[in-house]
């Protein structure tokens, strides 16, 4: 069974960090490009950025260039997002997804609050 399971949301105020990983199981990590989104109440879900199935391509949405940082640890089936200098617009459920060729996996998602 595959699963993607996110951890790391909290509660912070302007300016602070967190940090988020994703990890999966059940399938064969390095396989998958990882993107995270963000959905906010009321708001479509949107990219946040994604890191290929190896790690040597990574991109960001324009908000949060500089301020988010993508990696991975394959041998760990992790994805971390680094987020720092955070502002209340990044406030929102964060979920990963993973994608392959062949399929696509969804992690349930982690609230990230940001207050002002």
């Known amino acids: 069974q595959v699963r993607l399971v996110e951890s790391g949301g909290g509660l912070v105020k302007s300016g602070e960090s967190l940090e988020l990983t994703c990890v999966g199981s059940?399938?064969?990590?390095?396989?998958?490009?990882v993107s995270w989104y963000r959905q906010a109440p009321g708001k479509e879900r949107e990219l946040v950025g994604m890191?290929?199935?190896?790690?040597?391509?990574?991109n960001y949405r324009n908000s949060v260039k500089g301020r988010f940082t993508i990696s991975r640890d394959n041998g760990g089936n992790t994805v971390y997002l680094q987020m720092n200098s955070l502002k209340p617009e990044d406030t929102g459920v964060y979920l990963c997804?993973?994608?392959?060729?062949?399929?696509?996996?969804w992690g349930q998602g982690t609230q990230v609050t940001v207050s002002s």
């Open positions: 059940g399938l064969l990590f390095m396989r998958y490009a």
């Open positions: 890191i290929s199935g190896a790690g040597d391509i990574v």
């Open positions: 997804n993973a994608v392959s060729s062949e399929d696509y996996y």
